[in-house]
């Protein structure tokens, strides 16, 4: 939040060249993207340089990644940077996850705790995660966002009906702190800073 608008390489990147190892490195995979695409004046057209490095051997996956992309507007990269990592219950088959995501850009910092479960249960599956947002620093406006931090919930469930068809359902929960206007995508805008945030998916996935 504490970015402005348009920082959108996070998502998109335009005219990009990525590389992938292949497989058969004992577990250890890297993978990179370079991307000269524009100004950085629409969404996507952002200078970008980033690579991820992980380890996948057996109930074990880990990853650390970063990346950079340049704001034209203001001359100053806006940087990312993560560690995740998933264990698998081998007789459960339970997954367990969890990372953190750190994103900088001008004097702002935001920072991303993340600890989530995946639970298969007859036909079905339950999934649940949890965010915990830390802001600091001062936004373009020079306004401090240090106390603007927010938890997050989410919660679902998969119901399989068939190998191709499945009911699901999800909730998500955003507690916003100071004045935080964390929301659920796709949520009413222009909500009150502070404010809380719902949101209920139900719906039907078919794999044709």
């Given at each position: 939040?504490?970015?402005?608008?348009?920082?959108?390489?996070?998502?998109?990147?335009?005219?990009?060249?990525?590389?992938?190892?292949?497989?058969?490195?004992?577990?250890f995979y890297l993978n990179a993207?370079?991307?000269?695409?524009?100004g950085g004046t629409t969404s996507g057209d952002y200078d970008y340089r980033g690579a991820r490095v992980g380890y996948a051997a057996g109930p074990v996956d880990v990853t650390l990644a970063?990346?950079?992309?340049?704001?034209?507007?203001?001359?100053?990269?806006?940087?990312?940077?993560?560690?995740?990592?998933?264990?698998?219950?081998?007789a459960s088959k339970v997954k367990l996850t969890a990372g953190v995501v750190q994103m900088k850009y001008l004097d702002a910092k935001q920072v991303n705790?993340?600890?989530?479960?995946?639970?298969?249960?007859g036909p079905g599956q339950v999934v649940a995660t949890y965010h915990r947002i830390n802001q600091s620093?001062?936004?373009?406006?020079?306004?401090s966002v240090s106390a603007n931090d927010a938890d997050v919930l989410g919660l679902g469930y998969?119901?399989?009906l068939s190998?191709?068809?499945a009911l699901y359902g999800t909730a998500a929960f955003f507690n916003n702190h100071g004045a935080g206007r964390f929301a659920v995508a796709g949520g009413l805008a222009g909500s009150a800073a502070g404010t809380n945030s719902r949101g209920l998916d139900l719906g039907v996935r078919h794999l044709f």
């Open positions: 939040q504490a970015f402005g608008s348009k920082v959108t390489a996070i998502a998109r990147t335009n005219g990009s060249l990525q590389y992938f190892t292949p497989k058969g490195l004992g577990g993207m370079v991307s000269n695409s524009g970063a990346g950079s992309a340049k704001i034209e507007a203001s001359g100053k990269n806006f940087t990312i940077a993560s560690a995740t990592g998933v264990y698998r219950l081998p705790y993340t600890a989530g479960v995946d639970w298969p249960i620093g001062n936004a373009i406006s020079g306004a998969v119901h399989n190998k191709r068809t």
